[in-house]
């Protein structure tokens, strides 16, 4: 199935939604604990949207992650090909959860450095993200920052 054969492009997954931001950005928030089944599915649709639409910025919110298994933290870190990311910025985490997510990112550049030439920040908020992204997305355009 094609997650993309669908006039809105939001998806859920266990508790986590997706979401599709043209042109370039996904949105994916994560809920409570998440599995191995729940990584492997939600990698799908990011991989699959990679395919269609080329590179694209992650946006993750972390506020609501309560744990990633063992199997999934393994399944995040070792991929047979290169996530579709330009950059992941990650907001809400707490400190156990950005320490878990950061060690993942970590473990991933490690094993699979092709496949993870990505970086990942961290945010306190949504609109601290956001805004972060926004800022980027101006300097690479070349236009003068707003005031």
Do not use: C
């Not at 669908?6 to 809920?31: C, K, M, Y």
Request: without cysteine; aromatic residues 10%.
């Amino acid at each position: 199935m094609d997650p993309l054969d669908r006039s809105i492009q939001t998806w859920d997954v266990g508790a986590n939604s997706i979401r599709l931001e043209r042109p370039d950005l996904v949105h994916v928030v994560f809920r409570g604990p998440n599995k191995l089944q729940d990584v492997l599915a939600i990698q799908r649709i990011l991989f699959v949207v990679g395919d269609r639409f080329g590179s694209f910025d992650l946006l993750l919110g972390l506020g609501e992650l309560e744990a990633l298994g063992a199997g999934a933290r393994e399944a995040w870190a070792r991929v047979d090909r290169t996530y579709p990311f330009r950059n992941g910025f990650a907001y809400g985490a707490s400190f156990a959860i950005r320490t878990l997510v950061h060690t993942t990112h970590r473990a991933g550049r490690l094993i699979s450095p092709a496949f993870f030439r990505w970086n990942l920040s961290f945010f306190p908020t949504e609109a601290a993200a956001r805004a972060h992204i926004d800022a980027q997305r101006i300097r690479a355009e070349g236009l003068p920052s707003p005031v």
